[in-house]
């Protein structure tokens, strides 16, 4: 096997060879064995990444740096229990949280959540007094993300839903909650506060609100409304959670990974018992997947290292992801979080700048809509950026006119990034048939979901999750701590000194006059 910097170098060799070469090209002489090599095929999800720009000798040279990355063996001490959480010191376990059966304490919290989910909806079902209704999840970041999204899409997709309406506040803004207030009935709420810590600032500054709120609305014991989502569960309790009430996780699962954690309380409520299960289902299949498939026919790897080609290989710099389904517009955002937080790092676990890491930037929305927003500047600007393009065969609507044109656009774009156009005829001509040019050569996977239920979505997650542990092991950084999220708030709190202080001698020149400006036009 070749040493891990010739395979780099040989990557780089790849890449120019391939750099000029038209991927319409690539895919018309790749043939059958193209697509067998690069589409994973599943009776409900199909990953085509048949207009990426690659060929196999370019394909072998990845599957190689995987191996000498040793990317298997990382996983392999992932499901074994080691520390590859170097940096802190920590095994990474938010996996077991979805497996069938799991460690005794994953179980002993599942038994006392179940009850206290059973004792909920008992509740929620009352024929007489004031019945619970409402969730009101207070968390950030990953306490937030993954709940919110999985909620959001699923109650699009089922047709029985759970008697429990979840609402979400994150932002210490007080306009999001706000929004959420005016919604609510505080005697048929209950409050699930979700911090790792229990020290997230703009968490507890929203559940201190929410507390006076359930209070001002007739609620003599607000705290009793309350249930505490947390890996200290003492902090919870000094802050005056019940024990009874507070579920604990472990260290050992970080907060963009926690959704199958008591993180995902309010989803679970929200798309009921039975969805829940089908998601925790889906996402222990991918995890059988990714344990349990050779490299060549790996998922998750397979997806990794489509990522070191086209952005650390071919430099591009960014990649757009357009689901053509309204229902994943937060998928979006959940993925954005779980690579960027992730990857987003310059140094090794060594203090070391890795000279590979090259985390993409992430953005997107709902197709129709990019098409009237930004898809000008993927087509045609200098810039080139890599696609994903996300389809549903079966909608949960009866418009069926409707979903044909959104497929139509969704597999057209696909073609059009990939392949571009050359105006043909009088079009041709002059600056007219220049400016009318799609160069193409945007590379594009396709993700096509027989349909978007709680299963396929738990797959999708869980997968991309792994796709995570990959890409830190080829770009050789600690994919599990996130140390960079830290200085803003540090600073932040100094800043919000400055407005508790009505003596400005002490700030910082550069902020004095903002700082003015803001006190004088604040009532």
Known sequence: MPRDTDIWHTLSQHGARLKGLPIERLVADGGPSRLRRLVVD?????????????????????????????????RDRMFAGEAINVTENRSVTHWAWRQPVSSPSVEQTRARMGEWVRRLLARANQPSGRPIKSILHLGIGG?????????????????????????????????????????????????????????????????????????????????????????????????????????EFEDSVGGRFSLWSPVGLPARLAIGETEWERLLAGAHAADCHFRQAQAHANLPLLLALIDV?????????????????????????????????SLGKQLGPDGKTAPHAQCPMIWGEPGTN??????????QAAQEVAMEVLLVAKPRHSFDAHHAILLANGLAQADAFAFGKQPAGQLADGVGGQLRRLPGGRPVTLWCYRELD????????????????????????????????????????????YFADSNLDFVPPHLSETLQWFKNARP
């Open 143 to 247: 306490s937030d993300l993954g709940p919110r999204m999985v909620a959001d899409t699923i109650a699009y997709s089922v047709s029985v839903h759970s008697q429990i309406d979840a609402y979400f506040a994150a932002n210490v803004d007080g306009h999001e909650l706000q929004r959420a207030l005016d919604r609510l009935d505080p005697k048929a709420t209950v409050v699930s506060i979700a911090s790792k810590t229990f020290t997230t600032r703009e968490t507890l500054r929203n559940a201190q609100t929410v507390m006076a709120w359930l209070r001002r609305g007739g609620v003599d014991d607000p705290l009793s409304h309350c249930v505490a989502i947390t890996s200290e569960p003492q902090r919870a309790q000094a802050w005056g959670i019940s024990p009874d009430a507070i579920f």
């Open 454 to 497: 709680a299963y396929t979505l738990g797959y999708v997650i869980a997968s991309l999750e792994h796709k995570v542990v990959c890409l830190g092991q080829l770009w050789g950084v600690n994919a599990f701590d996130q140390f960079g999220v830290e200085l803003g708030k540090t600073m932040a709190q100094t800043v919000e000194a």
């Open 309 to 341: 080609w086209n952005h650390s290989i071919l430099k591009l710099p960014a990649r757009v992801i357009s689901p053509y389904d309204a229902r994943m517009k937060l998928l979006v955002a959940h993925i954005q979080q779980l690579e960027m937080e």
């Open 370 to 379: 990019g098409q009237h927003a930004y898809f000008q500047w993927l087509h």
């Open 42 to 74: 599943h009776d409900f999800l199909r990953v085509d990444a048949g207009r990426q720009r690659l060929d196999d000798a370019a394909l072998d040279s990845l599957f190689d740096l995987a191996d000498a990355a040793g990317v298997l063996a990382q």
